[in-house]
């Protein structure tokens, strides 16, 4: 059986742009301008100050980091 790996954050991108309404350039500006420097400090801000569930804001945050 073959080990199972993560999903491409990017993967969750349809349906972040789907539930939230904004497209993903967007919020990954607002990753990008916010002064956070952690990634679970970022994962925190989207979900408290923008609504995000856990999974969506952990994917941006993710991909954002590989840009």
């Keep these: 059986m073959a080990a199972a790996t993560a999903?491409?954050?990017a993967g969750?991108?349809?349906s972040i742009e789907k539930k939230y309404g904004r497209p993903i350039a967007?919020?990954?500006?607002?990753?990008e301008a916010?002064?956070?420097v952690k990634h679970m400090e970022l994962?925190?801000?989207?979900?408290?100050e923008h609504g995000l569930g856990h999974g969506h804001?952990?994917?941006l945050v993710?991909?954002?980091?590989?840009?």
């Design 62 to 67: 993710a991909y954002s980091r590989n840009l």
């Design 7 to 9: 999903p491409n954050p």
């Design 43 to 48: 994962v925190k801000w989207l979900k408290t």
């Design 57 to 59: 804001a952990n994917a």
């Design 34 to 36: 916010s002064p956070l």
């Design 26 to 31: 967007e919020w990954l500006e607002l990753i």
């Design 12 to 14: 969750y991108f349809p």
